[in-house]
């Protein structure tokens, strides 16, 4: 639709354990953690860091709400 408005992404985030766990809950990207590339950064388009194996996980232009769980 033309007339579309959204939100595209509303987290929160904690660190525990002296930053060892990382969790991350409410709705973003999945390209924002999962299919990150720091040398595209400088582009205006994402596609120069879009990665094609995430098909399956929710992105643009309709990103989803999720919990993640990083162990580092």
Do not use: C
């Not at 007339?3 to 987290?11: I, P, S, T």
């Not at 766990?21 to 120069?48: P, Q």
């Amino acid at each position: 639709p033309k007339d579309r408005l959204q939100l595209a992404e509303l987290w929160w985030q904690q660190l525990l354990f002296g930053e060892l766990l990382r969790l991350k809950l409410g709705k973003f990207d999945a390209n924002s953690e999962f299919a990150f590339v720091d040398a595209a950064g400088d582009f205006l388009n994402s596609s120069a860091g879009f990665s094609p194996t995430i098909f399956a996980m929710v992105t643009y232009p309709d990103p989803g709400t999720g919990v993640l769980a990083f162990l580092d």
